[in-house]
């Protein structure tokens, strides 16, 4: 109806002929009244000045998501006016929220980001009591760290930092605003990610990020995100307690209980139920480590991806971990191993079809077809077609993201063990794998995959080099760093043992005493069999093998 009367009132205005409005001015009410974008368009073409017009196009294409012509609109109007605050503002957070849409897309923002950086810089140039521009600011910093990643954490912290100091500096002029206490605490959060890879002690940062978003709870309730938020806080501190063998079951459950909340207060939203997801995963890479079954764990968060996969239709990050839990399910006893690895595969390629240069995609994709090639080996096929086609997934994903080199270390390992098992040339894998591995290091001393696959590579390498007795013990060191954290760990405890006892035969031949190896092999076999009795027919021969070497 009311739309009907003010349809009537322009009606009205332009039969009378009215010199109080002009053409432009015509078009712009009739597109304001419309939501039209033609008509909004058409007073932009006849008065490019017309501020309203200007305003109201670039937030019909905020509102749908177009936000690449939003900033062509807020530009538009700059161009009249250079000193508009509004608009200054409003091209800052489209580029804002495009930067975050491209994140989300997996494709590279920065250039998005630094120009909305710009924008909010010029606003607070005019005026420096603009809190919703410092914190636009804070947050555009803090996507742009989010976006160099990791592997570049001395660049990454320094755009928190930058973050940070922007959101205290609008706490400061509006403490009022539940949404920056919740930003804040958002990037102390990040801040305290990045302390643990520095091997710094994480937990008073987390506390500190914990803090905001309760502050932020206080403020609004009713808002969902800030309860996400805090749950995602607490897992550098729950990882730090891990690290030194306390136990974070607490912070799991508060975790929980916190998403619980968001949910209920907000269920539409995909990035909670991805929150849960990866909190749940978290939590079953935890119980895996003290040799539990996490399998439930897994398959719930596997739940909680397809509701993020649905509601986040352009994302890659819930497909991409949701092909990850397929390739952790497939390690599992009882599990269809061929059939997990083709769904993650599935997964992967949903990923692709998204962004498909995405280097999450592309080693995904490339783990899938490794393990696919691992079954085809199990069971006497060629697994030659695979592994080539895995490795090309692999390469081009590391070029994009150096931390990929795990996933390939994987890969060398398992295509050497098989070309040996050939009779073919397996030592250029072999090194090939603890050159990766290495350099995987490098960047992150915590990348428990990396140890691993490390020590796999030194293992298996040994027997070609001069002195193979040292290269096994480097291998058992590498071992040891993974369990001294993770005494559970399976697959370092499996590897540990095959070191020692490939070592024990290496003495046996030399005449050496190799008593202690095949002890301390059998141990960690035994070890690995109380906590995964389902392996016991894989390792039998292994263990008849370390028991007759000890008599």
């Known amino acids: 109806t009311l ?23 015509f078009a712009c009410a009739r597109g304001l009244t419309g939501r039209s974008r033609v008509r909004l368009r058409e007073a932009l073409a006849k008065e490019p000045s017309l501020e309203e017009a200007v305003e109201a196009l670039a937030l019909l294409e905020m509102q749908d998501g177009r936000f690449e012509q939003a900033v062509a609109v807020w530009s538009t109007g ?6 508009c605050l509004t608009h200054l503002q409003g091209r800052g957070e489209s580029r804002l929220r495009w930067g975050q849409q491209k994140f989300q897309r997996g494709d590279d923002p920065s250039e998005t980001l630094i120009s909305a950086v710009g924008d909010f810089t010029q606003a607070l140039e005019k005026d420096p009591r603009l809190d919703s521009a410092l914190r636009n600011r804070g947050l555009a910093h803090f996507l742009l760290g989010l976006s160099i990643g990791w592997g570049r954490l001395d660049d990454a912290t320094r755009q928190f930092q930058a973050a940070a100091e ?29 302390r643990m890879l520095h091997l710094e002690d994480p937990i008073p940062a987390c506390k500190e990020a914990v803090a905001d ?13 800030p309860y996400s938020w805090r749950a995602l806080a607490r897992i550098p501190w729950a990882i730090q307690l891990g690290l030194k063998r306390d136990d974070p079951e607490a912070l799991y459950k508060e975790a929980m209980a916190d998403l619980e909340t968001a949910l209920r207060l907000n269920p539409g939203r995909g990035e909670t139920w991805l929150a849960r997801a990866n909190i749940q995963t978290a939590w079953a890479g935890w119980q895996q480590s003290k040799g539990r079954d996490a399998s439930d764990l897994l398959k719930k968060a596997a739940v909680d991806l397809e509701v993020a996969i649905r509601k986040i239709p352009t994302g890659i990050e819930a497909p991409a971990k949701r092909g990850r839990i397929e390739l952790q399910l497939a390690v599992l006893p009882g599990e269809d191993a061929a059939r997990r690895c083709a769904s993650a595969a599935g997964y992967f390629e949903t990923v692709l079809a998204r962004n498909p240069k995405n280097a999450a995609g592309l080693a995904g994709r490339g783990e899938a077809k490794l393990r696919q090639a691992a079954e085809l080996v199990r069971r006497g096929d060629s697994p030659a077609a695979l592994f080539e086609a895995a490795f090309k997934d692999l390469d081009e994903a590391v070029k994009s993201d150096p931390a990929l080199r795990i996933v390939r270390a994987e890969a060398l390992v398992r295509r050497g063990q098989w070309k040996e098992a050939a009779g073919q040339e397996s030592d250029g894998d072999y090194l090939a794998a603890i050159a990766d591995a290495k350099a995987a290091i490098e960047a992150n001393p915590l990348a428990t995959d990396a140890w691993i696959w490390q020590g796999r590579a030194r293992t298996l390498s040994a027997a070609f080099r001069p002195v193979p007795l040292l290269h096994y013990q480097e291998a058992i060191n590498d071992f040891n760093k993974v369990l001294f954290f993770g005494p559970d760990h399976l697959q370092a405890l499996q590897f540990r043992a095959d070191a020692h006892r490939r070592r024990a035969l290496l003495k046996t031949t030399r005449r050496m005493e190799a008593g202690p190896d095949y002890q301390a092999a059998l141990t960690d076999y035994e070890r690995v069999l109380r906590l995964q009795p389902a392996l016991e027919k894989d390792l039998r021969e292994a263990v008849a093998a370390c028991k007759a070497g000890i008599r």
Not at 180 to 190: C, H, N, P
């Open 78 to 83: 700059l161009k009249e006016d250079q000193g």
């Open 213 to 225: 978003l309760s502050e932020a709870v206080r403020r609004d309730p009713q808002a969902d995100e």
């Open 166 to 194: 922007d959101l205290g500096r609008a706490l400061e002029l509006n403490p009022k605003a539940p949404e920056t206490w919740m930003w804040r605490g958002v990037v102390r959060a990040a801040l305290s990610a990045g």
């Open 3 to 25: 739309r009907r009367l003010q349809e009537e009132d322009l009606r009205v205005l332009e039969e009378s002929h009215s010199g109080d409005l002009s053409e432009g001015e």
